[in-house]
Nanobody, 114 residues
């Protein structure tokens, strides 16, 4: 199983970015999500979504970020609006595989807000 992320970049505060993650390979979702890690900080869960589409967001991004998924395309998307400097981090896609019981990770994509 491979996770391929796209959509990171640099944006001014108040701007928007959309992160996409596609799962390649034999995979059955037991949940997908996005983590982030800022310099000098621990990796934190930003948002997750269950197989039936129930979303969860960390308090700091509620009202600004939205998570969605396309199960047929094995894709999870994080729409980030009203970005703040504190959102600067490397964002990682994560996908829990029901078949293997493993958590799979993407390579990470940089989001820089200035």
């Amino acid at each position: 199983v491979q996770l391929v992320e796209s959509g990171g970049g640099s944006v001014q505060a108040g701007g928007s970015l959309k992160l996409s993650c596609v799962v390649i390979g034999e995979f059955k979702s037991c949940g997908m999500g996005w983590y982030r890690q800022a310099p000098g900080k621990e990796r934190e869960l930003v948002s997750s979504i269950t197989p039936d589409g129930t979303p969860s967001l960390v308090d700091s991004v509620k009202g600004r970020f939205t998570i969605s998924q396309d199960n047929a395309k094995k894709t999870v998307i994080l729409q980030m609006n009203s970005l703040e400097i504190e959102d600067t981090a490397v964002y990682y896609c994560a996908a829990a595989d029901c078949y293997s019981g493993l958590m799979n990770w993407g390579q990470g994509t940089q989001v820089t807000v200035s």
